[in-house]
C-alpha cells in the first residue's frame, strides 16, 4: 500500500508565501506523475500542479508563474512552492500519486492525502 502525508498548510496573508511537502511512502519500485489538486468549499477537485517522474511539469492557468512544483525521487517527496497568494488561492491542498509499480511486478493507481488546509486572507 502507498500513503501520502501532506504537511505545510497554514494562514497567510495575500502575497504571502507558503511550501507544501508531501511524503509518498510504502514498498514503491517507481513513483510516476505526482501532483497537488485543491478543493475550495462548493467548489470541485482541481489539478494545481503535476510533474512527470523526469520533472516536466504542468500547471493550472490561475497558478502559473507563482506556484513552483518539484519533487526529489530519491526521497519520494514532492514540494509545492506557493508564493504571490492570493484569496482566490484558499482551499485545501491534497496531493496525488497517479500510479505506482510495485514488486510483483504490478501497477497500483490513483493515490490521495489526507489534504491540508491553506487559507489566505487578511
Known amino acids: 500500500q502507498v500513503q501520502l502525508v501532506e504537511s505545510g498548510g497554514g494562514v497567510v496573508q495575500p502575497g504571502g508565501s507558503l511550501r507544501l511537502s508531501c511524503a509518498a511512502s510504502?514498498?514503491?519500485?517507481?513513483?510516476?506523475?505526482m501532483g497537488w489538486y485543491r478543493q475550495a468549499p462548493g467548489k470541485q477537485r482541481e489539478l494545481v500542479a503535476s510533474i512527470a517522474p523526469g520533472g516536466v511539469t504542468k500547471y493550472a492557468d490561475p497558478v502559473k508563474g507563482r506556484f513552483t512544483l518539484s519533487r526529489d525521487n530519491a526521497k519520494n517527496m514532492v514540494y509545492l512552492q506557493m508564493d504571490s497568494l492570493k484569496p482566490e488561492d484558499t482551499a485545501v491542498y491534497y496531493c496525488?500519486?497517479?500510479?505506482?509499480?510495485?514488486?510483483?511486478?504490478?501497477?497500483?493507481?490513483?493515490?490521495w492525502g489526507q489534504g491540508t488546509q491553506v487559507t489566505v486572507s487578511s
Open positions: 496525488n500519486v497517479d500510479r505506482v509499480l510495485m514488486a510483483g511486478p504490478r501497477f497500483e493507481y490513483d493515490f
Open positions: 510504502g514498498s514503491m519500485l517507481t513513483i510516476y506523475t
